[in-house]
Every structure is written in structure tokens, then in C-alpha cells.
């Protein structure tokens, strides 16, 4: 059993950034894929950036070049970095956590998924 803790959301203006942690319980995060998506008001979940154990990662398209997924094995955290934040990047963003080596951009594939941190960037 995984449990995901995400912290950092808050509110921004256009052009700034944030960081959002994801702290995982457990003994074996360093084995799981990680991945981040995000839910706006009336729109379905999407996906943001995953990560594998070693490192592997990819980002949607949307982000690209402004979003940064990465990982401390030693700390149970992963995180993502978002510069120049948008204001159509207001969302509730999710960590989720999946028991493969490789990384997934479907949502189905992960069986942990943390609360949600709201992100709110004004124009």
C-alpha cells in the first residue's frame, strides 16, 4: 500500500512558478513509476508528466518546456516544476503512483493517487 501526500498548490499570477512535492509512504517508491495530472473545473483529468525509477519522464505536450517532473528516491518524494505558469494551468493536480518500471500517460495504469493540490494562476 502506497499513500501520496501533495503539497505546494497555491495562487499565482501568469508568468510565475511553483513547485509541488508529492511525499509517498512506503518502503518501495523508489520501484514505482510516478506520474502527475490535473483536473480543471468541467473538464476530465488529463495528464501532465510521469517519471519512472530510473529517471525516464515525459511530459504532455501542453507543458512541455515549462513543466519539470523529477524524483529524490531517498526523500519518497517526486515533484514538478512549473515555470511560466498559464492561467488555463488552474487545476487540481494529483500525484499517482504506479507498481511498473516504466511510466504510463493513462490514467488507468496507476493504482495510488493522492489527494489533490489546487493551483490557481490569475491573469
Known amino acids: 500500500q502506497v499513500q501520496l501526500v501533495e503539497s505546494g498548490g497555491g495562487l499565482v499570477q501568469a508568468g510565475e512558478s511553483l513547485r509541488l512535492s508529492c511525499l509517498a509512504s512506503?518502503?518501495?517508491?523508489?520501484?514505482?513509476?510516478m506520474g502527475w495530472f490535473r483536473q480543471a473545473p468541467g473538464k476530465e483529468r488529463e495528464f501532465v508528466a510521469a517519471?519512472?525509477?530510473?529517471?525516464?519522464?515525459v511530459h504532455a505536450d501542453s507543458v512541455k518546456g515549462r513543466f519539470t517532473i523529477s524524483r529524490n528516491n531517498a526523500k519518497n518524494t517526486v515533484y514538478l516544476q512549473m515555470n511560466s505558469l498559464k492561467p488555463e494551468d488552474t487545476a487540481v493536480y494529483y500525484c499517482a503512483a504506479d507498481r511498473s518500471y516504466a511510466y504510463s500517460v493513462r490514467e488507468s495504469d496507476y493504482e495510488y493517487w493522492g489527494q489533490g493540490t489546487q493551483v490557481t494562476v490569475s491573469s
Open positions: 512506503g518502503r518501495t517508491f523508489s520501484s514505482y513509476a
Open positions: 517519471i519512472t525509477w530510473g529517471a525516464s519522464r
